[in-house]
């Protein structure tokens, strides 16, 4: 594939009237295969306590909320894991407000637990889970030192870390002025340790959030430039900012449908190999024009759970998200948290190569 200069990605995300087509054309014409794939999950948030206030989020909730969730604790995660199981779920999804134990109600409530910090217990809540169940663990901590990363490795199949933007402009606006853990330095720092690790990796872009084309370009670059050295990202997600109410950002528009397919589209073109996700829930109404775009993952989709991180968007039946992707000529596959080219002892631990293996699925 030729590569792209910066000039030619602004140039395809400014595409507009027959240019769009053809973009979605050229797109699709890069394609092996007409599989659109989904992990069938379970989603537990540990806790909702975050250090950081981003402007457009609602899954944060202050310590003094009587409705927050400080600390979910093992019996409660293992009954949920227990009840995934059974429904055939294969990926558990692990995910908290960053570096919550900074705040003095976790920091407490880890130490009545025996933890010292968040990493220490989401490494149990991850082992226990392969010990006592078929599901597959895929945590997404936050910001983290490599160290930790290490650890967290023996016991996921994969992980995953948000870009949102390369733009460190964005930390001066509404959506990132109160969120130190967004600065982009310290989230590529740990996409790239991700890397040097070898751990299989989702990240993606949050489109919307006061961007400009350009700083989409860039953040483009930015994620290609880390898996042309590291070849560890498995998968990009291009997520929709929705104005919710009671966000700082309730008035702020979401991106148009073209921003979107050009974006999705772009997305596709630069990272053929890389499985392009577009979130379900958040476009029930476009979700078979981001197909023709190029996505071809729709993601984590649990039978139990809701996305506690848009509550209001419920995820498509299985049935409903198979009627979708056939209408449009392509079919449904079921995968794992882990991609196919990934299952190897170059990317993961004996113990989750070994839960694999036993399933024969390689």
């Known amino acids: 594939m030729a590569e792209f200069s910066k000039k030619n990605i602004i140039s395809l995300l400014n595409a507009k009237n027959e240019d769009i087509l053809s973009l979605m054309i050229l797109t699709n014409s890069k394609r092996d295969d007409l599989r659109i794939t989904y992990s069938k999950n379970v989603f537990l948030p540990i806790s909702e306590i975050c250090r950081n206030e981003c402007g457009y989020c609602t899954f944060r909730k202050d310590p003094s909320n009587p409705e927050a969730r400080i600390l979910m604790n093992p019996p409660e995660i293992l009954n949920i894991l227990k009840d995934a199981d059974k429904l055939r779920c294969k990926e558990a999804l692990f995910t908290f407000g960053e570096l919550p ?44 030192k490599k160290d930790y990363l290490r650890m967290l490795k023996e016991v996921n199949a994969s992980m995953g870390l948000m870009l949102e933007t390369s733009s460190a402009r964005l930390m001066e606006t509404i959506a990132h002025k109160l969120s130190p853990g967004k600065n982009p330095k310290l989230r590529i720092e740990t996409i790239e340790n991700a890397g040097k690790l ?52 309730q008035n702020y528009k979401e991106p148009s449908l073209v921003e979107m397919i050009n974006m999705v589209s772009v997305t596709k073109l630069l990272f053929p190999d890389i499985g392009v996700q577009v979130p379900p829930n958040l476009n029930r109404k476009n979700a078979q024009i981001f197909l023709m775009a190029g996505a071809d993952d729709w993601g984590g989709i649990s039978p139990l759970t809701k996305d506690y991180v848009n509550p209001e968007a419920p995820w498509p039946e299985l049935d409903e998200l198979r009627m979708i992707t056939e209408e449009v000529g392509y079919y449904l596959d079921e995968r794992l948290p882990v991609y196919p080219k990934f299952i190897s002892e170059d990317f993961l631990s004996h113990r989750i190569l070994d839960k694999i293996k036993s399933w024969g699925n390689i």
Do not use: W
Request: contains cysteine; glycine residues 8%.
């Open 101 to 144: 134990d900074e705040i003095s109600d976790v920091k407490i409530a880890l130490r009545k637990l025996g933890y010292e910090n968040m990493v220490e217990y989401l490494y149990f809540i991850c082992n226990e889970t392969l010990k006592q169940t078929n599901l597959l663990p895929h945590s997404n901590p936050g910001i983290l």
């Open 198 to 249: 070898r751990i299989p990796f989702t990240t993606g872009l949050l489109i919307g959030i006061g961007e400009t084309i350009e700083e989409r370009a860039e953040s483009l670059l930015e994620i290609k430039r880390i898996n042309d050295k590291y070849g560890h990202i498995q998968e990009i997600i291009i997520q929709n900012f929705k104005p919710k109410p009671g966000i700082p950002m």
